[in-house]
């Protein structure tokens, strides 16, 4: 369990200074919950199986009428706010019914033209401004390192809120990291979790957050080797395959996607992120790091195929009715994990499992 | 009551080629309640009755915050998405209040430019995500077809749920004809309802999707003649008259609107849907299709004025506090008849009905 | 109290030329209570105070979760429609936020070319039509007079509701004088309240609606002193101080800010509202207008300072830790009293007033 430590105590400019790991103390309670979520490197393993249960307890009690009714009494004195400067559909949503599944009601701002920015306000008086009404922040900006100096703001006022990061720029977004993870938790849950699996990462690894933030995580499991395939011009990082070298961690790094994907248990696709500006390097044929029906035939029987989505062509959509292509039930799987933390960071995770205690098992 | 069949059993190439009769029972559930609502013809005159019947009791339930509160529990377990991708405040608002009132809780999707689409999703996909989070659809686009296409697209994966159209295109608006249904049926329950009413339809029957529809579901009734009067642009479609006089139902065809005001039971008039683009054909005097003070002279004590809206001038503003004009009222009407229409998709009717004999009787 | 009038007993020809203290008992219940909430004009003493008290309890009741599940059913049997055609995330908000926290269903429509004014429908038609589906409308628009003219027209409806104006062009902004009543109240409650204290004004004078606002509720107090520091392009209006002589009250036109700042108990800055077009007149220095941490040190030990927000460069960030600056619990307060007008608008506030006496005392 992380040591806390506090916000109050540290200057902007010192704490800037620090790394990933010495940052992540200050993002939680005393208890060791998270109290801003900020970056994946915050969460050790034990959160991480926390997490995973307790999403797994809050989709069971879901089923039925009378449970989802007691989910949404639990936070119904709460309220968030939306503030999404940068398009996400699929995010939002998956933020917003989670805090509709705990009745927190939600409020959003999507369009920054539309508010008081126009009259010339800053960002951090707009945030300042959602602390005075809400009870929880939930931001996706494009700006890198928005959510986490947003963090140490509202802390430092004489009324700080939880701040939740749902995506900063090409550099954080830790709650797609938890729903990945939870997607391979849940899919080996009878094969013994996660550790001792292959995965295989396939496509825009170089751009891809969802990429660096999964690998960062998965090095919480033991013994989970990662293969990284991409054209050399979307390659992933070298600070990441740093970082697995000195932790030695086994990886490997291919141009052949489709002779890696018999040995994967996992399989994680993405797409070009051309929202980011263009990449150089030498030509490929796109085709060569696309999932198809014939590939289906070489993935393990008990393998899985996933994608954080929205898709292009990387997966072939006579894929989508294979009981491997989990990637709708990921997207599912995000909405249980999001639930799961913003009940964790209000602390009533325990409350919820007393109650799948005594009326679900 | 229409028998079920199942859209899981014939492939969409199959299913796009059948008659909208042949298309209705794919669409129910096997105790004969709607499961998609997709097109006007997939209610008969048993269902029709039924869901004014409810909407009348929901409407009187709700008169007492005892009753609201009682409504809003019915429901409380469902999240509901509202994708309007055409602009629509009217209906939005109807659906939007009618999820409030039965307790779902509402998202919306209204512009697909800040939607995952940018991102170079297909309009699949986009569907499937928002089945991954919410528990029914509720869908307006201007594509022809769409709705109807996603429902056999949804109901073909493992997680089916309900869509309901709420504006396809030129074709479908069927929750528009059921709200002037049960406007009609409410206007006239002292006087034995809707049969052997006269209908005066006015003003751009060509592409008022509101009119073709009506016109089919009012086939459900006992001798109710129907006139058309538009300028020749405008006029009702052949395809419509021809199903008419195939059902040996008394219409007329004309281009003397004022004329035939003092026949009419229910003069329902419309606007130029000019968004569809120009029309051809013989010049003609707008106001001649107009309804003004003047013509109140001449309605029927008892007969009514109705209109889709929004409106321009087809209706004087002098009209609007006179008793007989019911547009106002009529708005009203459609969010009680889409909260029965959704209380009846989930099952939840006969309950309301148990609670109104009780309480309110 | 105000003795009520009945606006269907009057034309809207004929009430529009009547003056705001004679329009005022038009807005009001035979309670005294608010109905429309169109004008600062319309509140005296003692429903200030009435409001002031109410909003307190709000608020301790909703330091609970009990507390806060207790307002959430008070009128969970109503919804709003929040109509904001002008640009305010803060205003708007702050609504959003008093409606959830008491139970009420809040809608919204804030881009007006998304509506169905798009197909050519008057505003009068809009605002009907919200009527037909919500229990209260919230508006706010760029249009003088609008509100009140849609008072007055709704009144005239078989089914009136309650409108509030959260903005109307430049002329009212009533809820926002509430708050800065509210926020004065709360400061000086340990010093007598609002009466005998000096409130010194500072910045756009001439076009701030906020101003002439409080400045006008600020006369139903005793012996408040008024001061307008601006430059001479942006002085408060001559009717202003028309109506402040003829009252008998003190007050004093100034340039010089700086100089006034030791006598002040409450400093109101404002932004320079340049969305209303340029001014004309002699030159002069910004920054002359603008509170620093250096004006700190003159400032009453026990003096505020006070700002509607969003602020520009008008008072310096380092005041913002000073326990002087009120502004941010300024945006709160805005919810409570908001909270508290919707609430005693429909008359829930003698039942809030009791659950406060059994619980929180």
Redesign the interface.
């Known amino acids: 369990m992380l040591h806390r430590k506090m916000l109050q105590e540290i200057a902007w400019a010192d704490f800037q200074k620090l790394s990933l790991a010495e940052k992540a103390p200050y993002f939680v309670q005393s208890s060791g919950r998270p109290y801003h979520c900020v970056m994946a490197q915050q969460f050790d393993r034990e959160m991480l199986d926390h997490l995973c249960d307790l999403a797994t307890r809050i989709r069971r009690i879901g089923k039925s ?1 009378q449970g ?2 007691y989910l ?2 639990l936070l ?2 709460k ?1 968030a ?1 939306l503030y999404f400067t940068q ?4 995010t939002f ?2 933020f ?2 989670a805090c ?1 599944i705990l009745g927190i ?1 939600p ?1 959003e ?3 920054p ?4 920015e ?4 800053t960002k ?3 945030i ?3 602390s ?3 009870d929880l922040i939930i931001m996706r900006t494009p700006m890198q390192g928005f959510a986490e100096e947003m963090a140490w703001m509202i802390s430092n ?1 004489d ?1 700080p809120i939880p701040i939740i990061n749902a995506g900063s720029g090409k550099d954080q977004h830790p709650t797609q990291a938890l729903l990945d993870i939870y997607t391979l938790a849940r899919s080996f849950e009878k094969r013994g979790g996660i550790d001792n699996k292959t995965v295989l990462f396939c496509g825009d690894l170089a751009r891809g957050r969802t990429v660096r933030s999964l690998s960062g995580l998965l090095m919480n499991y033991t013994n989970v080797r990662q293969i990284f395939a991409a054209p050399e011009c979307l390659q992933i990082g070298q600070d990441i395959l740093d970082r697995l070298k000195a932790a030695g961690i086994e990886y490997e790094v291919t141009t052949d996607f489709k002779g890696k994907i018999p040995e994967a248990d996992a399989i994680y696709m993405t ?1 070009l992120q051309d ?1 980011w500006g263009d990449v150089s390097g030498p030509p490929y044929k796109p085709e060569d790091y696309f999932f198809t029906g014939d590939d289906l035939k070489v993935l393990k029987r008990e393998g899985i195929i996933m994608h954080p ?4 062509k990387e997966i072939s ?1 006579e894929c ?2 294979d009981s491997r292509a989990v990637y ?2 990921q ?2 799987n995000g ?1 249980w994990i999001r639930a799961a933390l913003i009940a964790t960071t209000f602390c009533r995770d325990d409350e919820i499992t007393q109650y799948y205690m005594l009326n679900n098992r």
Chains 1, 2, 3 share one sequence.
Request: proline share 4%.
């Open positions: 009428k989802m009714d949404s009494t119904k004195n309220r706010m398009p996400s559909t699929r949503l998956s917003y019914s509709q009601r409020a701002v999507r369009d033209d539309i508010s008081s126009a009259k010339g306000e951090e008086d707009t300042r401004t959602f005075s009404f809400f006022t009324r797409r929202e989505l929205p898709r292009r959509t989508d009715n709708w039930r997207v599912r909405m």
